[in-house]
């Protein structure tokens, strides 16, 4: 049982849903670093997590610009805390739903 991911509101077993994701560290200035990742889905509920996160390959603002553009993965972005994630969205001028990463199809 050991690495087994749950979703406890379904009690069954997080399926991968897509490899190679790009996730994105976040600050209030904008991103930090990049990696890929996996995103596991809830096969009851259709809820969606990020896991299977490997080293990152990107730091800084201009480096993790330059892997999404060629990479040509999709890209979920995440924030430390709500506070870091609102202090980006009124610097940024844009409301949190914005934000808000798309679902992984
Ligand atoms: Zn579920």
Redesign the pocket.
């Known amino acids: 049982m050991n690495g087994v991911r749950i ?4 009690q ?1 077993e997080l399926a991968v849903k897509k490899n190679g994701v790009l996730l994105v560290s976040m600050g209030v200035n904008g991103a930090s670093e990049a990696a890929f990742c996996d995103v596991l889905e ?6 969606q997590f990020v896991g299977g996160v490997a080293d990152a390959i990107a730091f800084g603002a201009a480096a993790v610009s330059h892997v999404i553009e060629t990479s040509g993965a999709p890209v979920v972005r995440y924030w430390l805390n709500n506070r870091e994630r609102n202090e980006f969205a009124a610097k940024a001028g844009c409301d949190h739903h914005s934000l808000t990463n798309e679902v992984v199809t």
Request: aromatic residues 0%.
């Open positions: 979703c406890l509101g379904c069954v809830c096969p009851g509920c259709g809820m």
